[in-house]
């Protein structure tokens, strides 16, 4: 990796990063509640007819793992600190 | 009464005729028998989704999941195998996830979700209201006669339908949004986002379809919904709660049929035996409680045959009562 | 113009960067891959717990940035200054450099890889861990305190340099307002990000060029709503001209107060990527320029010919009576420099969201070390910028006066260029951390008091910004400062104390991180007992500190005995607090020493 894109990346690092991390964390919490009302059934929430959420299933599917991981894990306050 | 005939003549712009009522009260039968009066001047198709395959049975002949097959000049019968049409939608679910992927199988767990999902009542019945779009939408006949599966006389989706369509509106916003803090933190990373495309597509297309059922359902115009009775204690109270139902709902039941009655001439006649003629005794009772009760709403008594009613010829004979009864209510008071 | 190389502030700083490297590619890889063992094939909590919203991997260096830009604020420029001031460039100077060769870097790697061992867990959890809720909660009312403090001080520091730059305020306006429109581009009008930059910064550089050149735009001075007579009734430096200065309780302070409160009231309740957060980006630009000239500049200076001014050793001892943030050289110098040498906030950082994206174990030490040895560059740095001064005005405006007369001399442009630079440095990176700093006091306390209204987000807020600027107002917070040293650095030697215990529990050598622990505890709770003593001395002889006297001629003495009588109530708090926690740390190490040689 030429120096170039090293310097970058810190910039990177040092201005944006933060920024994102906490756009991806409102992000998390408004596709949680999109999974919840498509595959709440899987929960025993029943809201949309499974018959049409089904169509959604393949384009959940490689976020549902994850959306189990970051909803499902323990939070105090200083994990939120950054 | 003013029988089949008269309702059409009220309601000309009449393209779909819904048969409701609990099972077993002959629906099946009069949905066929409906049909084949229709057929004589305009193509009708006759659908039913009632798992007991009765259609078949009614027209003797095994139409069961062979899609619309034709019985007789403009009359079209269809019998929807829901179990294989979930079936096979629930392996193309799969299927596209397993290609989409490129894994080897699905996880054990999101299998046993979407097996549980199908195997729910709920499916089925989503499947059967999906595939009753499809067909009106195709537009290929000038009447639709629907024999409903009995649940909860088969309308719960319409007042379900405004709910899910506002569902379906707020989760498209909720993606929506998700969709602009998530492109804003993949440009900020110069990442990419997958599928929000298709996503949206696929709500929209829901949504569609969600709104297109109940479209036809609340057309008053061009839909009509037929309650079956029989002159028993049980189906009168049902059939007031269905139409306090249809109330509630916005809709209202174009005309109810007392079917499975006996014919009163049976009182009368000396070889009856006596327990027939008690019943014929105490359907007077009923008849008069439906009179009471429902009045005009009544379009046409439909006696018992001296046998099944099975078969064309059969039908041709509740058809022709259906139409236009021969009696008046107050006969079989 | 050439001088005596020794003469000049390079030959230290440059000495400081040798340390630093020296010891990180000896001492720092010795403690990783000996007592750690870190290994690269290992898989670690971003790779375990993947989730795609805070556990993901991340390259080292995008993570050095975000590291180093959330421990180094104000605090290796504001320490150093005062270090300088009271004890002498000396004294300052070696805290810096060993402090950070034997006890900064530690902290921040080893509370980064205690996190990654613990599935990624931070130190609330941690702790409650190792050593359950009562230790936990102590964690969390330090924080509660010095997050009060540290936005008390940086008002101070924003509203010196506002003051005393001209036209800081008018160029930093700028920059929120690239800010901002930075955060509508690219979500409202749906911009790319790239372009979205690049007008974000035009606005700034407007703004920066329409300053500096522009005489009538920078001037007047914006203590407008006092006047000379008025402010020559304050204590105020000698030989200080009243009509340039903004002294505590005057009218100039308090109208810089409702506008910094305003502006973090408002990045408070909107979300924070539509204010905060673009701000945040866009001041960074700058900021970035401003401290690699800086550091270069103060390399320079044997070429550009600065000599250093000030005094190398002072005082080992500055009489309280006669200055309040005084002490002996130890304790006080070591709470005085806090960032720079050693910190605690580094360890909430370190165990907070960077130990969840290490890539891979071995990435600790350049990220959590390396960044902190880089902070400690931007310490040495201000260091230099202070020793080239000989008559440093009172205030952080000493900084900037400092940088620019670093700066110009290597780049030969007018000093105004600079001056405004640094200016705006100052004012963006003091704006930032402490619109950060308030988000996480609302988040403390919103934990520590779960459904009252004190955990409310609007209350808290209001709370942080009405004591804060209080304290700002009668410039108690120069004492304070002690107090936020005192905690900052409790709370590092508790951070050393728990790697302690934690390698003790995992059967491991802890001497590294347990020596330096209770040194750091040892001072700390020596400066909190000063400072108790100290404000207890003022209060009983109901004297006035320093400033005090200014808002007391306001509001009436009673400021004095009251403001001194808490001040002193509170030091012993906190010094009650830091001994049971400190109490709780040795006897968990007791204990799990014990265990281990038990179980050998």
Known sequence: ?82 | MIGLKGLLERRPGLKVLIYAGKGGLGKTTLSAASSLLLSESKRVLVFSTDPQASLSDVFERDVFGKGEVKIAENLYVLEIDADKRINEYVASIKKKIIDMYRLDKLPPDLEEYIDSAAAEPAMYESAVYDAMVDVVAEGKYDYYIFDMPPFGHGIRMVAMADVLSQWVEKITELRKQAYEYGRVATSLKRAKLTYEDEILKELQYIRDRIVAFRNIITDSQTTAFMVVVTPERMSILDTEKALEMFSSLGLEAAGIVVNQVYPPELAKSPDTPEYIRNRVEEQRKYMAEIKQKFGDMVISVVPMLNREPKGLEALSLVAKELWSPSKSLDDYI | MYMGFLDTPAPYVLAGLVLYFVTYITYSKYIDRRIWNTDPNRPTPAKMYFDGVEYFPVSKYVLFGYQFKSVAALGPIVGPLTGVLFYGWVPALLWVIFGNMFIGWAQDYSTMMMSVRSEGRSMGPITYKLLGGRARTILLIYLVFYLIIITAVFEWVIIDVLNRVPGTFTAVLFVLLGGVLFGQMVFKMRMDVLKATVIALVIVLIGYFTVSLVPLVRNPPTNFLDSPTYLSQFPAPQGANPATLTWPGTNTVLFWLVILSILYFAAAVTVMPKFLLPTVYVGYLPSIIALVLVLLAAIATPLTGIAIQQTPVKALYVDPLANPQGGPIWPILFVTIACGAISGWHSLISSGLTSKQLEYETDALPVGGGAMFTEGAVALSSIAAMMALAAPPAGAAAYVQGATLLTTSLLHVPPVFMNILYGIFVTVMGLITSMLFIRVFRLVMADLFEGSPLGNKYISTLLILVVAGFLAFVGSWTNLWIFFGGTNQLLAGLALLLVAIFLASQKKPTAYVFIPGIFMAITTLAALAWETYVYGIYAVLNRPIGVQAAAAKLYGPWIVSVSNYISAALGALLLVLGIVMTYYLISGWIKYRKEASASR
């Not at chain 1, 201005?15 to 756009?23: D, K, M, P, Y």
């Not at chain 1, 999974?35 to 059934?41: E, F, V």
């Not at chain 1, 959604?56 to 909803?71: D, F, G, R, S, T």
């Open chain 1, 1 to 82: 990796m030429g120096i170039l894109s090293r310097i970058r990346e810190v910039v990177e690092g040092m201005a944006v990063h933060g920024q994102a991390a906490s756009i991806l964390r409102i992000k998390a919490q408004i596709d949680n509640l999109f999974m919840i009302i498509t595959l709440g059934d899987m929960l025993g929430i029943p809201l949309l007819p499974p018959y049409y959420s089904l169509r959604l299933l393949p384009y959940m599917y490689p976020n549902i793992q994850n959306w189990k991981m970051y909803m499902l894990r323990e939070r105090d306050v200083t994990d939120r600190i950054s």
